[in-house]
């Protein structure tokens, strides 16, 4: 509906801005119905190799579809008919579709003119073929076109129909489903051949990550024994500089893992999201095989859900491996934090024992001093004594040793008042001045 068929809102509201990319997400990806026997063909590209293209592309495919102008933003998927092939292009997040329906028995496998030459120069990721025939059950002849060993049978929606494939790619590179549904409506069909599409395209993108995870795995393992061999040197050096080289060696391993998660996060986070939506699929088509054939629900689990569990566990690898370089940084840190602390203590306890030894030299030296003054003082009272003899009637030894301790006594407070000067600082000249003027003025 466009904005000038719309009723105008009420109160003076407005229209939030994605308000209708809401409503088309929720009604994105429609099941067209299937009327009768049909080929429906398949191909997923990657869309991020279209890089600034995109745009382009969206605008060239629906002009290919003659959508007016004012659809071209929400142009992420385009349903039109050219000839004779009803074509549906979808825009995904990571990959785009082009599917298109051709009557049974069509054995063109590239139609031109339906948008196909459009997705020049990019991966194809997944190309599939669905034949519906109106049958009860698959042919002989078209079970014999499948691989035996890979053979997948079964019936599905309560024998409402026949599903029969192989996965794996025919001589056109395309895999091949066969649906026999004579039982199902128009609607059913299109839900059947939704539901394989969706199924077969999900699976290729899911198992991307699994080449991904091969390839990352020879990168952990040598980061992981470069971790050991750098914990082994942490317990082994116990010098600064040891210490210093093993922490270097940790950041330069911290930033390749680093690098390393981020390249992975995304493929590892897709794959294990494209397995949710296969099991999804999967289950809603309630299988059952079809005498000794396995079913593709089984034969998916026996072949998917191990490389989803390799991609799961790789990842986790990663993280754990990221936490424990961490961890060990952290661990270096608090070690050279007490190593250094260590260090400090030891400075500080041997400044105090120099500390201590000066102030007993102080000490010692103060006390010879007393003693050296007081004698020198003694010596030359001693001779002002002898000077003075004829005045003061008392004898020189008797004088000396009245004095001696008056000297001493003297010399000993004399030096405390110097020493307690030098480390207060000299008095500030008119300070008890100053404080007595302001006292006054205060009053």
């Known amino acids: 509906m466009s904005d000038d068929d719309a009723t105008p809102l009420p109160f003076g509201w407005t229209e939030h801005a994605n308000r209708w990319l809401i409503h088309a997400e929720t009604h994105a990806r429609p099941v067209p119905p299937l009327a009768g026997p049909a080929t429906i063909r398949r191909v997923a590209f990657m869309s991020a190799d279209r890089g600034p293209d995109l745009g382009l592309l969206q605008r060239q ?81 078209r079970l014999a076109r499948l691989a035996e060993n890979s053979l997948c ?21 395309v895999v091949s489903f066969f649906v026999a549904a ?46 050991a061999a750098i914990m082994g040197e942490i317990g082994e050096g116990s010098t600064p500089e040891a210490h ?18 981020e390249e992975t996060t995304f493929r590892f986070s897709a794959t294990q999201a494209y397995g949710q939506i296969i099991a999804e699929r999967l289950t809603r088509l309630g299988e059952a095989p079809i005498g000794e054939s396995t079913t593709i629900q089984r034969y998916l689990d026996n072949r998917v859900q191990p490389a989803l569990a390799t991609c799961r566990a790789m990842e986790k690898r990663l993280t754990d491996l990221g936490t424990k370089v961490q961890r060990s940084i952290e661990l270096l840190d608090a070690t050279i934090t007490v190593s250094i602390q260590t260090q400090n203590q030891e400075v500080l306890d041997t400044i105090l024992r120099t500390a201590q030894s000066q102030y007993r030299l102080q000490e010692t030296v103060e ?22 003899h004829g005045l003061v009637p008392v004898d020189k030894p008797v004088l000396l040793t009245l004095l001696a301790p008056v000297v001493v006594l003297v010399v000993f407070f004399g030096i405390r008042r110097l020493r307690r000067t030098i480390h207060n600082g000299p008095p500030q000249a008119g300070s008890k001045h100053v404080l007595e003027r302001k006292k006054r003025t205060d009053d």
Not at 155 to 173: H, K, M, N, S
């Open 61 to 141: 495919m629906a002009e290919l579809g003659k959508i007016p102008d004012h659809d071209l933003g929400a142009a992420r998927q385009l349903e039109f008919e050219r000839d004779g092939h009803n074509v549906i292009w979808e825009m995904h997040n990571e990959f785009a579709t082009l599917t298109w329906k051709s009557p049974l028995g069509d054995t063109n496998p590239w139609p031109k003119g339906i948008g196909l030459e459009l997705h020049a120069n990019v991966a194809l990721v997944s190309a599939t073929r669905v034949e519906v025939i109106d049958d009860d059950s698959v042919d002989p002849a």
């Open 153 to 173: 049978h079964s019936a599905i929606y309560v024998g409402q129909a026949r599903i029969a494939t192989d996965f794996l790619p025919d001589p056109d590179r």
């Open 182 to 227: 004579r039982s199902c409506g128009a609607q059913r069909r299109g839900v059947i051949v939704r539901r394989l599409l969706e199924i077969e395209t999900y699976r290729c993108f899911a198992l991307l990550g699994l080449p991904v995870a091969r390839q990352v795995g020879g990168r952990v393992q040598g980061y992981e024994h470069r971790l």
């Open 244 to 261: 210093q080289t093993s922490l270097e060696a940790l950041h330069a391993l911290s930033v390749e893992v680093g690098r390393t998660v």
């Open 367 to 388: 006390g010879l001093s007393i003693i050296a003054i007081s004698y020198y003082s003694l010596g030359i009272l001693g001779y002002i004594a002898e000077g003075l």
